[in-house]
Nanobody, 121 residues
Framework: QVQLVESGGGLVQPGGSLRLSCAASGSIRSINVMGWYRQAPEKQRELVATITRDGSTNYADSVKGRFTISRDNAKNTVYLQMNSLNPEDTAIYYC???????????????WGRGIQVTVSS
């Protein structure tokens, strides 16, 4: 009913940049919070950044000043601009959108499949 498709990952050298995108499609009525999470090998999934419908943002301390989250409500898409990447940013990145879909009255969280980001020289 709702699908999330992530793009923009890959291999980048330390100090480089990547821009992730996550586009939602399907019977979407409304999207509340959009967010990015990541999971490094043998570590728990952690919050990277979130953005509310009115544009308020929240970032993990480890990415503040380097990453920027944004959204395009008309396209049901959330972005993550990642600058000054370092090897500690290597992880699978997941988008998560809080969506009201179809005939449902409540919002629920939908997750993308994840996209690999590798920072290495």
């Amino acid at each position: 009913q709702v699908q999330l498709v992530e793009s923009g990952g890959g291999l980048v050298q330390p100090g480089g940049s990547l821009r992730l995108s996550c586009a939602a499609s399907g019977s979407i009525r409304s999207i509340n919070v959009m967010g990015w999470y990541r999971q490094a090998p043998e570590k728990q999934r952690e919050l990277v950044a979130t953005i509310t419908r009115d544009g308020s943002t929240n970032y993990a301390d480890s990415v503040k000043g380097r990453f920027t989250i944004s959204r395009d409500n008309a396209k049901n898409t959330v972005y993550l601009q990642m600058n000054s990447l370092n090897p500690e940013d290597t992880a699978i990145y997941y988008c998560s959108l809080n969506i009201r879909a179809g005939i449902l009255r409540n919002y629920r969280d939908y997750w993308g499949r994840g996209i690999q980001v590798t920072v290495s020289s």
